[in-house]
């Protein structure tokens, strides 16, 4: 048997880019031999194994034959047989379909087996699919969308855009799951340019089945994408801010229903929400004067009384995309400054123990705070 680093690995070697996982492929072994090297099997749809030591995943070379609609369409053959070159020849794109043996230290080493021109590829910048199995799967059009984001730099080729909008107009996109589409989204968000992967979605027409209707029609607007590409730039690549900036026009009802959808996680869906409903009052504000009975209740709805720093972090990406909410800020740390204990002793002692007097009191003292804050 032997032993290949194979896929993201090489890629990012080539690139200069530090490696953080390794994909391992053995050649010419067996599921009976690598459980009797002490190899421990994982794989539920093919043969993967952890290394007895390191923990590492460890796959048999396998081939692939579409069996069905979805990226779990397809029936899996591991023999000893299989050489390499077919291992990688089902892999998605050319630059991830290259391999380096791995001697018995665990050190890589010998020539780049590179049998698809993945280098050639990777010195052109292209993305370029292996085979034309590539559109069987519909999950590779997510994946080559969050590459763009990741390497902006890089080009789809014409033949892959096709294989691309093949996917699209075969239906494969439905069979894909909430989880999958919501995993490979949110990659593509904190990479360095997020809206280099929703052109591509728009570009192959996969945007109309994954993301939100408004959201696409918004899309299609070239200021729009040159605003958002602006305010992903000025934010940090935190998932919850980038989130936030590409749904901030869609209302909070259109957040929560795709959110539902793509199975978002709530953090994420909950400050996304905020911070449209900000952005709501924000615009709101450049018509007429702040309302100190508006702005409170931005902050009920945003908690920064039990969430101080999701209120802080809300409005700190407000500023970071130049929305003017200082006066907001001010607001918010008048009203956080308040004495509980003194709210409460101003309550008429009988009504200590009624929590909607109490609730009613701390409501107006708040409201009373925000007043004097946007007046000053």
């Known amino acids: ?124 910048k292209v993305f370029r699919h292996v085979s034309d199995t590539f559109s069987e799967d519909p999950l590779r059009l997510l994946r080559i969308a969050r590459f763009a984001a990741r390497f902006p730099e890089f080009r789809i080729a014409n033949d892959t855009m096709s294989a691309l909008k093949a996917i699209v107009q075969a239906g494969e996109l439905n069979a894909l799951s909430a989880e999958r589409i919501w995993q490979e989204l949110a990659r593509g968000l904190v990479a360095s340019k997020p809206m280099h992967m929703f052109q591509v979605l728009l570009d192959t027409g996969a945007a109309k089945s994954l993301l939100p209707s408004t959201l696409t029609a918004k899309l299609a607007e070239e200021a729009f994408r040159e605003l958002l590409i602006q305010y992903c730039e000025a934010s940090s690549n935190n998932l919850e801010e980038r989130c936030a900036i590409i749904l901030m026009d869609l209302s909070a009802s259109e957040i929560r229903s795709w959110a539902e959808c793509v199975r978002m996680p709530i953090e994420v869906r909950d400050f996304s929400e905020i911070f449209s409903e900000l952005k709501v009052l924000v615009d709101r504000h450049s018509e007429a004067a702040y309302q100190a009975v508006d702005v409170l209740a931005w902050f009920n709805r945003a908690d920064v009384w039990r969430k101080p720093d999701r209120g802080q972090a809300l409005l700190n990406l407000a500023g970071k995309i130049g929305f003017n909410v200082s006066v907001l800020v001010a607001a918010m740390r008048n009203a956080q400054a308040l004495n509980t204990a003194e709210i409460i002793a101003g309550v008429e002692a009988q009504d200590r123990s009624n929590g909607e007097r109490i609730g009613s009191a701390f409501e107006a003292a708040r409201l009373a705070a925000i007043a004097a804050a946007l007046q000053s």
């Open 1 to 124: 048997m032997k032993i290949y680093a194979v896929g993201g690995a090489i890629r990012d070697t080539l690139m200069g880019l530090p490696v953080h996982d390794i994909d391992y492929v053995v050649v010419g072994s067996s599921v009976h031999e690598m459980i009797a090297k002490g190899f421990r099997p994982v794989g539920k749809d093919f043969p993967v194994f952890l290394h007895p030591e390191t923990q590492a995943e460890y796959a048999l070379a396998r081939t692939e034959r579409k069996t069905g609609q979805g990226y779990k369409g397809f029936h899996f053959y591991a023999d000893p047989s299989v050489t390499l070159d077919q291992d990688l020849e089902r892999r998605d794109l050319t630059m991830n379909a290259m391999a380096q043996e791995v001697g018995p230290d665990g050190k890589q080493f010998g020539p780049i087996i590179d049998p698809y021109n993945g280098q050639e590829d990777l010195a052109a």
